[in-house]
């Protein structure tokens, strides 16, 4: 080969060699910075989404539905109870009564048939009474017109039924006036204080009370005055939020009578109709509960009258019960009694025995655990329920 060729090919290789470096580094500059070449025949390297997230190749639509993440629910108000009306308490106050008061009246109407009302059957009739509380003065009264009007009028059953009811309806106090002061003066709301011993179902009543008016269409408002027995005021609470009833309340250990007064401002300034106080039971001394309830309503009769003073009492308690009536009278106008647990009681007589002690009248009564089981005391449906 000559030395001319030889130097053709070299020279056509070297041009050869330098072209492919010029393509090498032109596809280098395309790639751009930070892109590695690789064995891929792929023109570009798709990165993975990050964990958690799905994301369509380019140039397809992603028509998965979107996943729903957790929503908030607008915490809802918990449904307001409508309270029984006064005539369906009423019945139930009938058969009530006659299923715990009819011993008495169905033992009295078996000693006054007997065929021979001798000395012996009228002092049984005597103890009958007595058992059920009646007290011993009324016992007198009763068996001393019965006596009277027996001899006259004769001794059959149905007389003696007939003559039997009517001295019992004379006896409780048919004429006594057992409304309810819940309304009160220009403007100003009528202001009921519940007072009694812890333990004869006091608070209780006053959420069964706010039953009473909310289901006759009073606004209301309840003040928990009781601040030394701490589960009184969240008691309070809980009847009040059943009826939509607010309740007024301080810190465990407040002056009661600070707490009375806010519950009687709020009542004025909302227009309310009736605000019911609660207070504490305390009975250590007599002195230290005449400060307190006397305080208490001292304090509240600044901004308006308390229109209704109700004692609460345990029907089953007897004449302990009585000693506590006393008490109370003393240290506060008692205006109304309400008996509690009536139902659980065959003692019925202690209505007669309170309230010629105290000479203010029976005006509600208890007679179960349920929430409308407060109802105003009947005198005629009483005498009705003893006799069976």
């Known amino acids: 080969m000559s030395e001319s060729v030889l130097i053709f090919l070299g020279v056509a290789l070297a041009i050869l060699v330098v072209a492919g470096l010029v393509v090498a580094a032109t596809a280098a500059l395309r790639r751009g910075p930070g892109k590695s070449v690789g064995p891929s025949t792929s023109t570009d390297v798709l990165e993975a989404p990050p964990e958690g997230r799905t994301e369509a190749p380019s140039g397809e639509v992603d028509t998965a539905e979107p996943v729903a993440g957790p929503t908030l629910e607008e915490p ?3 449904a307001l109870e409508k309270p029984e009306g006064t005539a369906s308490r009423l019945v139930r106050l009938r058969q009530r009564l006659s299923r715990s008061q009819g011993t008495l009246g169905r033992g009295l109407l078996a000693l006054l048939s007997s065929d021979k009302l001798d000395e012996d059957t009228w002092e049984s009739i005597e103890d009958t009474l007595l058992t059920a509380d009646i007290g011993v003065t009324p016992t007198t009264e009763l068996v001393t017109n019965l006596r009277k009007r027996l001899r006259v009028e004769g001794g059959t059953a149905s007389e003696a ?15 006594m006036d057992r409304r309810l002061r819940v309304s009160g003066e220009d403007g100003k709301p009528g202001v009921m204080l519940v007072v009694g011993v812890n333990g004869v ?11 009473i008016l909310v289901a006759e269409d009073r606004t209301v408002l309840m003040g928990a005055a009781d601040t030394f027995r701490a589960a009184a005021a969240e008691q309070l609470g809980t009847w009040g939020e059943r009826v939509g009833v607010e309740v007024i309340r301080g810190p465990e250990g407040t002056d009661p009578a600070s707490v009375a007064f806010e519950a009687v401002k709020e009542g004025i300034a909302r227009e309310i109709d009736t605000v019911i106080v609660d207070t504490a039971g305390r009975l250590q001394n007599k002195a230290g509960l005449m400060d307190e309830l006397g305080k208490v309503k001292r304090v509240i009769e600044k901004l308006a009258p308390v229109t209704e003073v109700l004692l609460v009492l345990d029907a089953t308690t007897g004449q302990n019960g009585m000693i506590q009536a006393k008490v109370f009278s003393e240290v506060v106008d008692v205006t109304g009694i309400v008996l509690t647990k009536l139902d659980g009681s065959a003692k019925g007589g202690i209505v007669v025995a309170v309230q010629r002690e105290l000479g203010v009248p029976v005006k509600l009564v208890g007679l179960g655990e349920g929430a409308d089981d407060l109802a105003p005391f009947d005198p005629r449906a009483f005498v009705d329920a003893l006799l069976g």
């Not at 179902?201 to 039953?211: A, D, E, L």
Request: charged content about 30%.
């Open 76 to 78: 809802t108000a918990p």
């Open 161 to 175: 039924r007939t003559v039997l009811g009517e001295e019992l309806l004379e006896l409780v106090g048919p004429d």
């Open 201 to 211: 179902g006091k608070t209780t009543t006053v959420g069964k009370i706010g039953r």
